[in-house]
């Protein structure tokens, strides 16, 4: 093995940068180990260290061991650097750190030995060029590191201001701005010292290059550089709190280092990541990124705890998953998932058995099965006839609401102007309810079965009904302007709740408490959060409620605990995100200790009821997965979720390397703010209503899911619908709903402006997008037309008719523009081509609906080629990085030949995806927070 010296000075051969920034390099060594990266930084950065060194310390063996003590720093310190795009000014602060210490402490040696003959040689003086680059590096060290970065770059290691921007990750007009404010600063502070500013560079010239004398080859490694490493943990330590863990730092560790073999420093993430047994993984699966903790593998619609609190239980899809309720580790289930055909399907209070209408299309036929969850075998209960409103008109199949007694020997068909009790042992109907006036829509069992408890969408009344008799027992009145959009009681009974279906515009969601022991008027709250069209909530014992709201749609769900008996708030935390649908259930524990909280799509959160804080939080997201990505390397995964948050994971093992939060914090009360992600998760967009006289009237923050950091904020139009990021990360694309309609604009980042653009000739009143690879135009599509739109300018480049080549290959309807029709497009990597995804007829039998996918000339609109199949209507589509492939959310195709090579589970329904660099695998991220690795081609 060559030394640790020769190793280094071979990096130090050549310094030409690269286009990959320092934070990115710098990221890959520090998260996943890469040797590449940080040979390729100490290639950059490794002739100035050397000279900075050289000029402080004057003699050249001493500054050796500060270079290579320097690059050992970086190596313990890369994974808590803070500002890894300021890399080039924290290294030079390093070196003259550790640069002083050593030449503090040479002088105390020197100044305590007595050479023993004058012919042993001193150590070698270096040529400085006098005090001048000496007094250049002490000012160049006191500048703000913001300055001193390009000072460093341009001038210690002669980048060019694009080469400095390159390796910073910055704009070349930041770059400009920094050096002009650090140059100033510098040349005022130097004349205040009476040298000019030119005269020290013209001096540091003469010095002479570093890499003119490069570290030695046949150095044997020292204690020095080890000794000096560790000198500068223990400054840190004292100046900015960062522990040294202790423990040996060999020379031979920048030998390990450049190759990729050391293990490197502990990765910092809250919680640490086990990979997935394999039976945890989907056929055909290769890799789980994380783990399936407390991911419903479906939609959710029920959670029930067990009687002892110990575990939970959650439902959905035709799918009962066991969970601890501690840890949030699954449990092994007995029960088998089967499949249901139709609509609200209910799990029995002992989970053993599913109840579940079904439709039969020829003829078409309505039933109840009732499903044995431990063989997964059905039998049909009843054929439920067909219904006619008050007018006589046929109400037909799927207007039904379906509530199960808990008992599970009830079960209550409800219709909004009657309901029907149906015995499930027997099959007959037990009961007929008659509503009269306002419409039901409200149908929730007592604890003890013995009543059925209905509310109106328009009458605030709650009614108890005798499931004995058949006849009403019982009415709650309050005093409220509308319906009543969900009901709660508590497990006792004594408690019922009713939500108000409305929000009162600056005031909130008024909720009704009764206490059923206690004659007298229901006690009022007001939820300030809203409710929302999905919210939930529940009673937990001691007369404590329970609420989820989301008072904007994608808006973040917020959590309040509330005390029925005063009527006061005396909680509030952030839930996990719910999307456009909201929070669908949440279940308090028997003793009263933990709160689950489940979304339409799977994502289950538990809290800790007294203190609101996470109770065994998993690794996977708190949100549907919205954006996919793979590092340069395709040795990581990045995944992001609807609410901004992301995690990193290593692709080849499914460990965690990284997570960030969300960028948004709990809002004030009633000011939850609609959470927008952008469709790749690199951006997440926040909006709200702007302050009073403003000239517009909401207030957007865009903010960097990667860094965390806010990149834009101002005024806006109205309300943002949507969020696309362009490629060159410069430009990012809104989608504006005002009150005089759509529109879309193009924010330029680096001025934070909006680019000027034409009116678009496409109707924007439902479209779908992309942006072409290399970040300069915007392709926009409808049922009519396609347009490409210049980002830069705004100018049209391009439009064709979708008419004029038949790319729907269908009539096209006469209410147009139709939603859904165009439901996705994406474009190829080497633009020519685009992929569209085509809506078919609406069919009763959805199995018999024909979508297509279709490629496209992208400036022509030329049909290529055409796949009719029902199982291609994507939400979303994505090309491999060769243009091989395309993949939606059900499957991957080859692109050639349109023939599918891949095919994904169609539960946990793929959100998001994203193929490796090299186009053999791709990553797939899942509505329920959870994401996979799969190769592209393989058994399906």
Known sequence: MSTAPATIGRLLASGLPSKISDADLVERFALSRDGDAFAELTRRHGRMVLAVARRAVQDQHLADDVAQAAFLVLARKAHALSRPDRLAGWLFGVTRRIARRAAVHQRREAEQTVPLTAGIAAPERLPM???????????????????????????????????????????????????????????????RRGVELGSALAALALAGDAGAVLLSPEAVPGSRATALARSEFRWVARGAAAGWCGGVVAVALAVAVATGSWSGPPVHSPAASVPAAPADLPEGAAVRLGSSALSHPGTLIQLRFSEDGTRLFSYGSGK??????????????????????????????????????????TPLRFSVREYDLATGKHTERFVVPSRTDPRGQDIGIGGQRFALSPNGSTLVEGHPHEAYLW?????????????????????????????????????????????????????????????????????????????????????????????????????????????????????????????????????????????????????????????????????????????????????????????????????????????????RTGRNVRVSGADGSNATWDAGTGALVSRRASPISLPPAGGAAP???????????????????????????????????????????????????????????????????????????AAGEVVPNDQPTIDMTKFQWAAFPDGKTLFLMNDERAVGYDVTTGQERFSWAVADHDVLGRPRPEQAPRPNLVRAVAVSPDEKTVAISIGGEARLDASKQTHNLVLVETRTGKVIRRLPTPETSAEWLVFSPDGKHVAGPTCVWDAASLKEVRRFPSRPQVTAAAFSPDGKSIATGHANGTALVWLVSGDK
């Open 675 to 749: 959470v927008v992600p952008s469709r790749d998760g690199r951006w997440v967009l926040t909006y709200a209503l702007n302050e009073r006289g403003a000239l517009l009237p909401w207030r957007a923050e865009l903010w960097d899911t990667t860094t965390g950091e806010r990149k834009h904020s101002g005024g806006i139009g109205g309300r943002v619908k949507e969020l696309i990021s362009v490629p060159s990360g410069k430009h990012v694309a809104v989608l504006v709903e005002s009150r005089i309609g759509r529109s879309v604009q193009v924010w330029d980042l």
């Open 423 to 631: 015995d499930l042992k027997t099959g007959r109907v037990q009961h007929q309810l008659k509503f009269d006036g306002a419409t039901t829509g409200n149908f929730l069992f007592s604890p003890d079965g013995k009543h059925l408890i209905t509310a109106g969408n328009d009458d605030p009344s709650v009614r108890f009904w005798d499931t004995g008799t058949g006849k009403p027992s019982q009415v709650l009145t309050w005093n409220a302007s509308s319906g009543v959009g969900r009901l709660a009681v508590s497990a006792d009974g004594r408690w019922v709740a009713a939500v108000s279906n409305s929000h009162l515009l600056g005031t909130g969601t008024e909720v009704a408490v009764w206490d059923q022991t206690v004659p007298g008027p229901a006690r009022v709250m007001m939820l300030a959060d809203g409710f929302g069209l999905s919210g939930a909530v529940a009673f937990g014992p001691g007369g404590l409620l329970y609420v989820a709201s989301q008072a904007e749609e994608g808006g973040a769900t917020v959590v309040t605990k509330w005390d029925v008996t005063t009527g006061k708030q005396l909680a509030r935390w952030a839930g996990p995100d719910a999307g456009a649908y909201g929070p669908t259930v949440v279940e308090v524990s028997p003793g009263g200790s933990t709160l689950a909280v489940g979304t339409y799509w799977g994502v289950i959160r538990l809290y800790d009821t007294r203190t609101g804080a996470e109770v065994g939080r998993p690794s996977s997201l708190p949100a549907t997965v919205v954006g996919v990505a793979f590092d």
């Open 320 to 361: 009962v998953r066991q969970w601890d309720a501690k840890s949030g580790a699954a449990v092994p289930h007995q029960a088998r998932d089967i499949k249901t055909t139709f609509g609200t399907t209910l799990l029995s209070l002992d989970q053993t058995k599913v109840v579940a209408p079904h439709v039969d299309r």
């Open 129 to 191: 060029g006098g005090d001048l680059p000496q007094m250049l590096d002490e000012e160049l060290d006191r500048l703000p590191e913001g300055e001193r970065v390009p000072l460093v770059l341009c001038y210690l290691e002669g980048l060019t201001q694009d080469e400095a921007a390159r390796a910073c990750g910055w704009s070349i007009r930041t770059v400009r701005r920094r050096l002009a404010a650090g140059r100033e600063r510098l040349r005022a502070r130097l004349e």
